[in-house]
Every structure is written in structure tokens, then in C-alpha cells.
């Protein structure tokens, strides 16, 4: 057979030997280091390898991925990981990834069974977050970060369109009242890169002060927005957070959703790691929701979703349909409108198969467990670090993140070498391979940051990763 071609017993042999190999990766996965650095060769060698001239026997390949990808895993699925927000894969969304790879359709749109999984598990995700399902719209995309730039080209389009004037026709070159855009100093970076993307600039972001819990101050926003409408701009949005990816924490959304209202503007929440958590925060009033199913859900990345209250609005936004895309409902290949026509993708891939078995896996109690349980691990591991004299606890928890430091008697109140220090700490475990957790900053502050999102994460895992912690803090300030 030439390739790419397999023949149909070869790639049953090929597909039973992976299936033996992902099973024991998944088995073995506590034996081994949560994270094992690549030698400088190791890079150089998977970086520069060059392509061979002739195609390469399968089992050379697979060998090539067991020995030289396999064990450098970037270790999230390990349950003693605790980095950024990452989760490790649900298995039955594995074998998912797999089933949609082979049935590989293009979910533009279409007349397909594809579409209508999609449909049933943005649809599911709503429902989860409590989000009206009637007259919204929702497709899946990478991520949070083209989930966040979906729903506020979205509200950018709205605002235009209020304003009596179209931003698909003009963009933004006419001078017209320069937009404005509020997120809270703990909003998250794609929210800058939407800024960018969108023609409004980085100077149209108003970062608006937050509270001792790391939340957006609305009375400083409100001053905010009338000094601007003041100053002859035209605030349109706020880009508010269910679950900042620093702390966890959470926007006074229904405060924030009253404000929009009396003042009309859009109300986005960037709820991509903790929607699923905030049920019953407001995020059902908001206009658009990016939500991560990659982060809480464990669902294999890249699965992002955005969430839009009026979907015929969204479509306004996005909708180009050239002439060898037309179609009719019932006729042919034509069935719902086609996803292209509500966002930035045409080729789509089968994102959402990934999404619908983990979510029927886990049920709704399954998924409000998997919360529960990673906001008590979190709460366990804030206790420990409590009661630790030689830790310090640098935000409240919240959702499931855990943010600290390690500050022994004699440094404490000395952030230049307390940042100094917890950078090598956080260095020394990442390398170690016990544990892994990641940093953020907190008024000037170098925080260790943990973040709970293992299934099979428990409460010796926590407490592992507080005494390497200890231990590589108590080490790294004795040889100093
Ligand atoms: C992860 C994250 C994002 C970005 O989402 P991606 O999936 O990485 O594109 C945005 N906001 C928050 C709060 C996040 O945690």
C-alpha cells in the first residue's frame, strides 16, 4: 500500500498496540516524574530531525513518538500537577478524539450528524451554567482566547450597530467616538490581544481596580464610564471574569449585569476556567461567556466554547456566506445555519464529540462533583498552608486556585528576597518532578500558584506538594 493508505489489518495491529500503549501511560502515570526536563540534545534532535526522503514504516514512527514524545509529557496529567489551568484529558474523551479523527468531517455546517452533536452539547454547557438556550447562539472553538474575541466582536458589532453604523463596513477608520473597553486588573491577557485584534488598541482597555478578594470595584468602574462618556468616548462592554486565571476569583457579575443594563453596554464574562464553577454568580445575564470544557471539563484540548444571549445578533456579526457555500433549509447539504456563519472558523473540526461523551460521562451531578471536589481540595490545601509557619497565604481561595508563598520567620516582610526565592522554589519542584505548580503576581508579589483540576487529585497529593514546597524552600534559604 502506498501512503498514506493502511491496510485494514495493519492498522488494526497499529491501533490495538496504541490502545496497550496509551493504557499503560494512563496506568503508570503516579510512578513516573510529574514533569521530566528535555536534555539540550533531546530538543535539538526532535527540532532539527529532517524529513526523510522515503515515507517511514508506521512502527518506526510510534517507536520514534514512545521514546523521544511520550516522556516528556508537559505533565498534566499527572495528579500531583497544580500548574497554570490546565487539566489532565477525561479517557473517554481520548477515545473520542480518536472517533472524531476518523470520521474527520468538516463541521462548517451541513446536514450532518456532527452538527447536530454540537448543537446537543453547546446546548448542554448552557444548561450546566444556567444560560438561555432560547434565541442564543454557541459553537466551539479553540479556546477562551477565540472565545473572548468571538463574543466581543460580537459586542463591538452590537455597539456599532446602536450607534447606527456598521464596523463590518467601515472598521474603524472613520474617527468615529473611540470605543472603550473594561476588564479588571486581574482580566486575563486574551482580553488585550482581543483589544488588539479588534482595531481598538490596547489604550481602549480601562483596567478598573479590584477589591482585597481581587475583584472588579464596580463603583470605580462607574466613575469610570462617566468620566469617559464625559470625555466624548463611547465605553461599549465590560469584559468581566468567572474565575480569574491569578486567583480564582470572581466579578460581582449580577452588580456588573445591573450596571450594564442602566448604562447599555455589552457584558461579557470570561468565565473560560471557572463558569462551570459560578452557577448562580449572574453569568446567565451576561451577553457572551467564553467557557474552557479543556480546563474544568477535562475535556482534551482544544475545546473552547463561546456562549452568545442573542444569536441572530452574533450571526450579524459573522455571517459571509460566498456563492458555493448557499444553501436551503431541507435542500441538500443545507440544514441549521451553518456554524461558519457565527464566527471566524469555516473548516471546523469535530471539536464537539470530545465534549459530548465527557459531559454524558460525567453527568450533571458527575460535573458538579468534579467541582466540589476540586474547590474542597483547594480549601484542604489553603488549611495546610495556614498552618504552616513557614508559608504564607497571599489571596483567598478561590474556585480551586491556591496562591502562597514559602516565608520562613527570618525573611518575613522582605519581598525583594521572598521573590527571589520563591522564583528558585517554584523552579526547584518543577524540575524535581514531586510536584508542579506555577507562579503569578500579586501586588508586586512573586506567588506560587496552585491550581486544582486533576479527577484523581486527593488529599495526600496536596499535602505532597506542600511538604516539597517546604522541604525546597528550607533547602534553597540554608544554602544562601
Ligand atoms: C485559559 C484562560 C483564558 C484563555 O483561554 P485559552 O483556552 O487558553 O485560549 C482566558 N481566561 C481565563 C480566565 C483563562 O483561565
Known amino acids: 500500500m502506498t501512503p498514506p493508505a493502511i491496510d485494514p489489518e495493519h492498522f488494526r495491529r497499529l491501533g490495538h498496540a496504541l490502545v496497550d500503549l496509551v493504557t499503560d501511560h494512563f496506568a503508570g502515570i503516579r510512578e513516573r516524574p510529574v514533569f521530566r526536563p528535555m536534555q539540550p540534545a533531546e530538543r535539538a534532535t526532535l527540532m532539527q530531525e529532517a524529513l526523510g526522503e522515503a515515507g517511514a514504516r508506521p512502527e518506526v514512527i510510534i517507536e520514534r513518538f514512545r521514546t523521544a514524545v511520550l516522556p516528556h509529557a508537559m505533565g498534566n496529567g499527572h495528579p500531583r500537577f497544580f500548574g497554570w489551568v490546565n487539566s489532565p484529558p477525561a479517557p473517554i474523551g481520548v477515545l473520542a478524539d480518536f472517533l472524531a479523527a476518523a470520521m474527520n468531517p468538516s463541521c462548517a455546517g451541513g446536514d450532518h450528524a456532527a452538527i447536530y452533536v454540537e448543537r446537543a452539547a453547546v446546548r448542554w454547557l448552557m444548561e450546566l451554567i444556567g444560560f438561555p438556550t432560547e434565541g442564543s447562539m454557541g459553537l466551539l472553538v479553540s479556546g477562551g482566547s477565540v472565545a473572548t474575541l468571538t463574543g466581543l466582536a460580537a459586542a463591538r458589532h452590537w455597539a456599532a450597530a446602536q450607534d447606527g453604523w456598521s464596523v463590518r463596513n467601515e472598521g474603524l477608520q472613520h474617527g468615529r467616538r473611540p470605543f472603550v473597553l473594561y476588564t479588571s486588573e486581574q482580566g486575563h491577557s486574551c482580553i488585550e490581544k482581543t483589544a488588539e485584534l479588534l482595531g481598538l488598541g490596547t489604550d481602549a482597555i480601562h483596567a478598573v481596580p479590584v477589591d482585597e478578594q481581587f475583584r472588579m470595584r464596580v463603583p470605580d468602574l462607574r466613575s469610570a464610564i462617566a468620566a469617559h462618556r464625559a470625555a466624548g468616548k463611547r465605553p461599549f462592554c465590560v469584559a468581566a471574569s468567572a474565575g480569574t486565571v491569578g486567583t480564582g476569583a470572581i466579578d460581582p457579575l449580577a452588580e456588573l449585569a445591573d450596571l450594564c ?81 457565527y464566527g471566524v472558523q469555516q473548516t471546523r473540526g469535530f471539536r464537539a464529540l470530545k465534549l459530548w461523551m465527557t459531559l454524558q460521562h460525567l453527568g450533571r451531578s458527575g460535573v458538579q462533583d468534579l467541582v466540589a471536589r476540586h474547590m474542597a481540595l483547594a480549601e484542604h490545601l489553603a488549611r495546610l498552608v495556614d498552618a504552616s509557619p513557614d508559608l504564607e497565604r497571599l489571596a483567598p481561595v478561590g474556585l480551586s486556585v491556591v496562591c502562597f508563598r514559602y516565608a520562613p520567620a527570618q525573611l518575613r516582610g522582605d519581598d525583594e528576597r521572598l521573590n527571589a526565592l520563591n522564583k528558585r522554589v517554584m523552579e526547584t519542584v518543577q524540575a524535581s518532578g514531586a510536584a508542579f505548580l506555577t507562579q503569578t503576581t500579586l501586588r508586586g508579589r512573586f506567588t506560587l500558584r496552585a491550581c486544582v483540576l486533576h479527577y484523581a487529585t486527593t488529599a495526600a497529593d496536596v499535602a505532597a506538594l506542600v511538604d516539597v514546597v517546604r522541604q525546597t524552600g528550607a533547602r534553597l534559604s540554608a544554602e544562601r
Open 261 to 341: 443594563g442602566a448604562e447599555r453596554l455589552w457584558l461579557h464574562v470570561d468565565g473560560a476556567y471557572g463558569a462551570v464553577a459560578a452557577v448562580g454568580a449572574g453569568l446567565e445575564r451576561a451577553d457572551s461567556v467564553a467557557l474552557d470544557p479543556h480546563k474544568w471539563l477535562s475535556v482534551p484540548v482544544e475545546c473552547g466554547a463561546v456562549l452568545v444571549r442573542d444569536g441572530e445578533l452574533l450571526r450579524q456579526a459573522f455571517s459571509l456566506v460566498p456563492a458555493y457555500l448557499r444553501t436551503e433549509p431541507d435542500r441538500g447539504f443545507g440544514g441549521l445555519p451553518w456554524f461558519s456563519e
